[in-house]
T-cell receptor, first 115, second 119 residues
Framework: AQSVTQLDSHVSVSEGTPVLLRCNYS??????LFWYVQHPNKGLQLLLK??????LVKGINGFEAEFKKSETSFHLTKPSAHMSDAAEYFC?????????????FGAGTRLFVKA | DGGITQSPKYLFRKEGQNVTLSCEQN?????MYWYRQDPGQGLRLIYY???????QKGDIAEGYSVSREKKESFPLTVTSAQKNPTAFYLC??????????????????FGPGTRLTVL
């Protein structure tokens, strides 16, 4: 069975300070993990993905995430927040399932960035 | 430009009416998906299709129907049987390379969404 938990429904940071969005997963197999961003009334855009090649994954817009198997975590970070980072972020796990693969979305974390 | 388009952007439905949401992709992807998004919740899978003329129910298929007559198109019909259809609907597509482990690496590409409101 697979599951994904985003530990914070809302995160608020000041512009120029670091961002940390937390994600824990559960999977019987080595999963693929993704982070997506969604701006209001828009579709989801891929930020980065982990596919077992390297545990530290760099994405677009200065975001990165580190896969920690021992902690079953895949937290998203950015050294310095920008106003344009204000959006909703989804952690996603994808792994084997009967007859194929199953994709499970976290409930989302809304990031607020204060000037 | 390659991508996924959804239309309309906003849709209003009267009680008892069926409505169809359009989704088209020119990415040459085999797999297509429909999700429903409600405030404060993650995306929930309605239907998916891995190949033309075949589709499978997702987690919340009741009250919805789909067709996959062409690789590029995967329309979703919200029927009158869907009791609470007001939501944001997202279509997605991805490469599908069978059951090889590498298939799990294929991210989904999303359309801009359709916001459906029942009047």
């Amino acid at each position: 069975a697979q599951s994904v938990t985003q530990l914070d429904s809302h995160v608020s940071v000041s512009e120029g300070t670091p961002v940390l969005l937390r994600c824990n997963y559960s999977s019987s197999y080595s999963p693929s993990l993704f982070w997506y961003v969604q701006h209001p009334n828009k579709g989801l855009q891929l930020l980065l993905k982990y596919t077992s090649a390297a545990t530290l994954v760099k994405g677009i817009n200065g975001f990165e995430a580190e896969f920690k198997k021992s902690e079953t975590s895949f937290h998203l970070t950015k050294p310095s927040a920008h106003m344009s980072d204000a959006a909703e972020y989804f952690c996603v796990v994808r792994g084997p399932y009967t007859g194929g693969f199953k994709t499970i979305f976290g409930a989302g974390t809304r990031l607020f960035v204060k000037a | 430009d390659g991508g996924i388009t959804q239309s309309p952007k906003y849709l209003f439905r009267k009680e008892g009416q069926n409505v169809t949401l359009s989704c088209e992709q020119n990415l040459n992807h085999d797999a297509m998906y429909w999700y429903r998004q409600d405030p404060g919740q993650g995306l929930r899978l309605i239907y998916y299709s891995q190949i033309v003329n075949d589709f499978q129910k997702g987690d919340i298929a009741e009250g919805y129907s789909v067709s996959r007559e062409k690789k590029e198109s995967f329309p979703l019909t919200v029927t009158s049987a869907q009791k609470n259809p007001t939501a944001f609907y997202l279509c997605a597509s991805s490469l599908a390379r069978g059951l090889a482990a590498s298939s799990s690496y294929n991210e989904q590409f999303f359309g801009p969404g359709t916001r459906l409101t029942v009047l």
